[in-house]
């Protein structure tokens, strides 16, 4: 039998809890940082922000591609790496919580953002990070809220 993928549940960044670390996560949220030493990104959605490691999801050659003509771009055309080049957009990101060793650094935030919450002894470590160009995000906020209400159905055993 071919071994099953572990799904992630989607939850919203002010969810995030201690309780989590350990779970395969996938979270929506703004881009405000990027650094390509570190390969630390944060993500930002209402007044909460979550430290991701994004070093799994890099390919070298890939990220060097988005800066050539489309016709040039990298071998694999699944492959999407303009997010790192996108403050400010959405993206979907799919990746472990995880605890920190160390505190790790939180990146200088834009003057006109009020500083959101950080939590730095956890984030996440990024298996997928995807644009999500249509995202809207009350209503997935409206989708994670409602769904929360509904108890789970109990099945005979």
Known sequence: MPQQVEHAAVTTLDSITDDDVGRKLRVA????TYDPEST????HDASSALLVDASLCIDLEAMHSVFDSPSDRSKNP??????A?????YVWVVGYLERADDQLPIPILPA????PDINPAIFMRALIISPAKDLDVGRLHAALTAMAEVPPTPYPV
């Open 78 to 83: 699944n492959v999407d790496h303009s997010w």
């Open 29 to 32: 949220g703004r881009m405000l």
């Open 85 to 89: 080049l996108q403050r400010k957009s």
């Open 40 to 43: 630390l990104v944060l993500l």
């Open 112 to 115: 006109y953002l009020p500083a």
